[in-house]
């Protein structure tokens, strides 16, 4: 890397950990010319700072290579290869078994002051698809 580090950069230690479960290149295709540590990094950099893709600084890649890349990894399931193979490693760590063999699933009840007879309704604004917003979500919307 030639230039200042950012505070979401990632460590020697944890690309090391990471680099093994990024795709590689499409065989046949045109070679990767990109450093997929400084894609990462400015992944990281965006979700953290919570800035948009074309407000990334210059001296990291495109925006749009790095919204690429972004999206791919969610689809393809990148991210939750990544995230899963990190859960087991701190599991180990804390002398537990690699996978969880419980969960919690949490329901949240809504109180309102209508008569129980009434049924009551409340609207909320319809989010655009992620495909029109142009953002970049880590985790598959439900």
Not at 81 to 90: I, N, T, Y
Request: aromatic content about 6%.
């Amino acid at each position: 890397m030639t230039r200042k580090s950012y505070p979401t950069d990632l460590t020697d230690k944890q690309w090391a950990m990471i680099e093994p479960l990024i795709p590689q290149a499409e065989p046949g295709g045109r070679p990767r010319s990109v450093d997929m540590r400084e894609v990462v990094n400015a992944i990281l950099y965006t979700l953290r700072t919570g800035g948009a893709w074309r407000h990334l600084p210059h001296d990291l890649p495109p925006w749009g290579t790095v919204h690429y890349y972004c999206r791919r990894f969610r689809i393809d399931g990148t991210w939750e290869h990544v995230h899963d193979r990190l859960r087991e490693r701190v599991r180990r760590k804390a002398g537990k078994k690699p996978t969880p063999s419980a969960g919690i699933i949490d329901s949240q009840s809504v109180k309102t002051d209508a008569p129980s007879k009434r049924i009551a309704t409340a609207t909320t604004r319809a989010r655009k698809p992620l495909v029109e917003s142009g953002i970049c979500v880590l985790t598959p919307s439900a």
